[in-house]
């Protein structure tokens, strides 16, 4: 199983980027996608995610900023982030879990947000 993320990159502040992330391989199905982040010196950390029943999670730093999106024929999850602040500059990686609890991720793409 693989997780293939793209779209990060350098943004100014109040600029946009939309990652997105395909899994691939013997996988039947995926209960929850979602991203996470971790920016330097810190821990991991969530930052949405979406069952696939159609549940969503924002952490409070994003809401009303990201949008969260799924489509569940292709295994696939983007991350459209708005408004970007020098506080999500992190290193963002999709996150892929099974019915039974196992957990893929990506390789993780950096998004930086400077002037």
């Known amino acids: 199983v693989q997780l293939q993320a793209s779209g990060g990159g350098l943004v100014q502040p109040g600029g946009s980027l939309r990652l997105s992330c395909v899994v691939s391989?013997?996988?039947?199905?995926?209960?929850?996608m979602g991203w996470y982040r971790q920016a330097p010196g810190k821990q991991r950390e969530l930052v949405a995610d979406?069952?696939?029943?159609?549940?969503?999670y924002y952490t409070d730093s994003v809401k009303g900023r990201f949008t969260i999106s799924r489509d569940n024929t292709k295994n696939s999850v983007d991350l459209q982030m708005n408004n970007l602040k020098p506080e999500d500059t992190a290193v963002y990686y999709c996150?892929?879990?099974?019915?039974?609890?196992?957990?893929?991720w990506g390789q993780g793409t950096l998004v930086t947000v400077s002037s």
């Open positions: 996150s892929a879990v099974t019915p039974i609890g196992n957990r893929y």
């Open positions: 979406k069952l696939r029943g159609g549940g969503i």
């Open positions: 391989g013997s996988i039947v199905s995926v209960s929850v």
